[in-house]
């Protein structure tokens, strides 16, 4: 069977791969199906119980097929192999750094091997995670910047009006220049 079927509360059916199909796919394709259907489409399956039921095949899939494939793909001997599988890696560490994150410990061993082309995409790997964990965390604190000062106008307001001291300005406004900077690099 290719394809397990729900019907949904809604009564819309869907299909999703089998785990059978899913083992005949090559390296990391099950974790990147696997994250698609619970990133994208998942919120819309029915009710929380239709939910929850393909979520926990899902999990199933991932620990069962998704994981182990991937490892033993990063693992193998074959060159070409790790090379082709990191090459996809390493364009999903560009567009979603979170589907990475389960392949890093396994990506990480791979930097010193001994294939020079296969240790430098594994370090640009975790380059491209490590920015974006960096950038996420920047993110985060713009926002507790704005939580505390508004947007920059009402920053400048609150200064005229006197509601923070100079220094609190001043603090505020060179963390926020310094962030921005840091996201632009």
């Known amino acids: ?83 082709a599988v990191l090459t996809r890696i390493e364009e999903l560490s560009r567009k979603d750094p979170d589907l990475v994150k389960i392949t890093l410990s396994n990506v990480e061993r791979k930097q010193h091997h001994p294939n020079k082309d296969i240790s430098k995409l594994a370090e640009k790997i975790q380059k491209n995670y490590d920015r974006a964990m960096k950038r996420r965390q920047i993110k985060k604190q713009l926002e507790d910047n704005e939580k505390i000062g508004g947007t920059d106008a009402e920053l400048d ?18 963390e926020r220049i310094e962030a921005y900077q840091e996201l632009q690099e």
């Open 1 to 83: 069977m290719d394809f397990n079927v729900y019907r949904l509360s809604d009564d819309r059916i869907i299909q999703i791969a089998s785990k059978e199909k899913m083992k005949k796919w090559t390296g990391e394709v099950p974790l990147v199906y696997i994250n698609y259907i619970r990133d994208s489409h998942l919120k819309n399956y029915g009710s929380k119980k239709d939910q929850k039921e393909i979520s926990d095949y899902l999990d199933e899939a991932m620990e069962e097929i998704a994981v182990p494939k991937l490892i033993a793909a990063l693992e193998s001997h074959n060159d070409d192999e790790v090379m």
């Open 157 to 174: 307001q609150k200064l005229i009006r006197g509601d923070i001291s100079e220094n609190e300005y001043l603090r505020l406004k060179k």
